[in-house]
């Protein structure tokens, strides 16, 4: 079953078209790689899936349901999370606290309850407390908890900022050149660390990467815009070596 489809989607910007006719079928469970050169279009596909932009034609369908119309916090609500190339973490609060920030919209107890401090209210900060431990834990990074989110190698925030979208329960991790400006030995641990999160949490990854050797190395289909108009499709060996592509990105086949 599709969890997300793109149907004849276009954005334009006055007279500029972003993103042309463009139609995308996500599995459930897939992990798909969009690549492509700068300007083209990979960062609106985002964004209309996101409800940052509304597409001004086409159809955005998540689990079933047309979400074109959706503002973003519905958006995350419904089930997509996304990270962003220039990290964005909070600076001022912990890790825990960065990955707490994403819980509320789950809270189902508000702030009287919090000011009277009534049972309901203690019963569920110590879930959400749980939740928080059990997630870091996975991730290896219980033993920072307690230390400033921005204060932490460059990987282990990257690491901070996919627990946080985790922490969501999505059923789409959309990931936003996870692999910038990390150094080889980062961007090793880090296809590790999607190819993990697909598995443990059972959910279907998309992800925009300039990296070469981290798309080809775990995507499973990777889909290739140009000027806002898909231009390929396939399997990573299918993109390496398509005419296209080596033309309009690659410049050369990747080994």
Known sequence: MNILELKECCMKFGGLTAVSELNVEIGSTDL??????NGAGKTTVFNMITGIYQ?????????????????PYEIV??????????????????????????????????FSHSILQLKNFHKEE???????????????????KDELATSL???????????????TKPKLLLLDEPAAGMNPTEKVDLMR???????????????????????????ERIFVLDYGVKIAEGTPGQIKNNPK????????VVS
């Open 77 to 110: 609500a419904a089930g997509i999370a996304r990270t962003f190339q220039n990290i964005r973490l909070f600076p001022n609060l912990t890790v825990f606290e960065n990955v707490q920030v994403s819980l509320n919209k789950s809270l189902k107890h508000g």
């Open 126 to 144: 110590h879930s959400v407390r749980e939740t928080i431990m059990e997630i870091l834990t996975i991730f290896k990074l219980e033993g920072v």
């Open 193 to 219: 660390l999607i190819k993990s999160v697909k598995e443990q949490f059972n959910i279907a990854i998309l992800l925009i990467e300039h990296d070469m050797k981290v798309v080809m190395g775990i995507c």
């Open 32 to 37: 798909v790689g969009m690549i492509g050169p």
């Open 153 to 167: 190698p460059y990987g282990d925030q990257r690491r901070v900022e996919i627990v946080r979208a985790i922490a």
């Open 245 to 252: 592509v080596i033309e309009a990105y690659l410049g050369e």
């Open 55 to 71: 597409p001004t034609s086409g159809s955005v369908v998540f689990d079933r349901q047309e979400i074109n119309d959706f503002r």
